[in-house]
């Protein structure tokens, strides 16, 4: 019987490869399932068609469309799972293994989704605070980021067919960069399932995604300035992509997230009588476990403190032998099988290598058993732990890993052994620490964090909400040092500013105002007879500005004040007091200057603005003493589009007000940023 091919998506159509290239196998039973080629595709023209197609398509779109339109494929594809789970099944991949790749793919999708209230509803972002560059504040700089004119080239991982896709692809898409996906033949067929209901859901727009299943090894070739390449595998192969000729000369950013050789370690301070043992010994099991420690941040070295480490064996050994491994779709099958017969065949060599120089205490290579499956068809392979007696001599498990459930005991008498021995894997994606002493996980973290890209602490408190060790959280970064890659996905904002090209622009306050519409102090402001709180949402302008009446400051107010607010600081109250102090009288409350300028320039009849929505930043800058006169300037600073939540949601936005408090002289007393509410005129 005929397998079936794989089809690559290229320049906006499905394409079935010239010849059927690799075959693909179900990790249960071995049988051959699919094929999968991309002979036959112009690599070239794909390109040509993200930036000149997708590229300038997705750049119409402002960062709220294009999260909402993330949200909307989270949401098409999140009803489709039941399909995605039966065909991750084929990868040995367990219901819960599954969860984490499918659902936690899309959930990524979510989250980054949710990143767009973060942005401008605009085209770019407008990056930090103006920088002032002239005596007399008429030149100025700033930084804007745009998205890079080029496109994102993913190269994935067999392991997370699912979620390496999307947790990538959610990034470059929110950016408003177009991307090119090449999954790790091995599973790419539950890739390529995805990837279908993506294209069919016609949420995106063309051009903004391709596919490549099978080999796309001159793609890197085809790469100039303005694209992106990601990388996520072994050290040696990123390494061989990262060094390529073309990403030199381009100068293309490469972010590479490579295998690590990860730590936990049981903190000095747990002994087996408390509840921290247990969590520590859950994590690792969970982690040896879960995918059939087919993970990236999987735990490959364990740290135990010398005198604790039979007590750690016993308790490994007696929770892994409650881990049933077989075919996951048979009922009690905790672990399944690794993704091929290649990788078990690889990860065997691994533990026979490291079999020459450390002992194996839990497992065998050869005499296990499998539920529901033929372990000899099938690609199994059962925990195994070892034990090493010298782990500062004795270095093959800090510098080899084995990508499967395969982990290595090792002892430390002092809290410093255990930092250098975390350190000794020559950087990591994680590690983990199980303590109670809070003083233990200071020291730790700051003795390891340079060589980490993410530090776990583990208690009491925490480990029941804990996502655990092996779990990238979408708002935090994803990466590490040295042989993890040096590189950074996700890290909510951070990892869409990678898709971003910051530019530094300088001029005039009043221009770059308009450039960036965002309100650049000094700049020109738009006297308008109709005060701004009148106007609705679309029709207030940045620059829109009113200019107050006066208010004379007198020592009842500062009185007053104090009586209702409760704040009777001796500097307010007490003027006997201010010897040795910057004040030469009594001065007053800040928080009277901002709320007497509110008062000032507030318009109490009933209109467009809702409510006040907060503060943003507040600077008291001169002392305001009884005598002195303020006025205010309220300037639009910004406009922030929102979205209505439902139907019958209030059409608004919200507006940042720069609050300039000036006295007499001339001088600014007190300048905020405060935030309102604005009704549309438009409640469609």
Known sequence: MALTQLKNYAEGKWVTADKEGDVLYNAITGDPIYT????????????????????????????????????????????????????????????????????????????????????????????????????????????????????????????????????????NLLAGVPAIVKPATLTSY???????????????????????????????????????????????TGRKLKSHPRIISEAVPFNMEADSLNSCVLGPDVTTDMPEFDIFIKEVVREMT??????????????????????????????????????PGTEGVRMGPLAGQSQRNEVREKVQHFAQSQQIVIGDLEKFEVVGADKEKGAFLPPIVFFNDDPFNKLDCHNIEAFGPVATIMPYHQLDEAMELAKLGKGSLVCSIVTHDDHVARDFVLGTAATHGRILILNRECAKESTGHGSPMPMLVHGGPGRAGGGEEMGGKRGVLHYLQRTAIQGSPTTLSRVTHVYQQGGQQNETEIHPFRKHFEDLEVGDTVTTAKHTVTETDITNFANVSGDNFYAHMDATSLEGTIFERRVAHGYFILSKAAGLFVDAKKGPVLLNYGIDECRFTKPVYPGATIGVRLTVKEKVDQEKRTEEDIAKGIVKWLVDVYDETGETVAIATILTMVKKKDQR
């Open 290 to 327: 879960t995918k059939a420690g087919q993970k990236c941040t999987a735990i490959r070295r364990i740290m135990v403190p010398a005198d604790k480490v039979e007590d750690v064996q016993i308790a490994l050994g007696k929770r892994l032998k409650g881990t049933t491994l077989g075919n």
């Open 190 to 236: 539950l890739t390529e399932a995805v990837f279908e209901e993506i294209i069919k859901s016609n949420i995106l727009p063309e051009g903004s995604l391709q596919l490549i299943c099978g080999s796309a090894r001159t793609i890197l070739e085809t790469v100039e300035s303005q694209d992106v390449v990601t990388f996520t595998g072994s050290a040696d």
């Open 36 to 171: 999968a080629s991309s002979e036959g595709l112009d690599f070239g023209a794909m390109m040509h068609y993200a930036r000149k197609v997708g590229g300038p398509a997705l750049r119409k779109l402002t960062f709220h469309e294009r999260g909402r339109m993330l949200k909307a494929l989270a949401m098409y594809l999140l009803e489709r799972k039941e399909y995605f789970y039966e065909i991750s099944a084929h990868t040995g991949a367990t219901r819960a293994d599954s969860w984490v790749d499918i659902e936690g793919g899309i959930g990524n999708l979510f989250a980054n989704a949710s990143l767009r209230r973060q942005f401008p509803n605009e085209r770019y972002y407008v990056d930090g605070d103006a920088i002032r560059l002239s005596k007399n504040n008429t030149f100025i700089g700033h930084h804007i980021m745009v998205p890079r004119e080029g496109v994102a080239i993913h190269i994935n991982a067999f392991n997370f067919p699912v979620w390496g896709m999307l947790e990538k692809i959610a990034v």
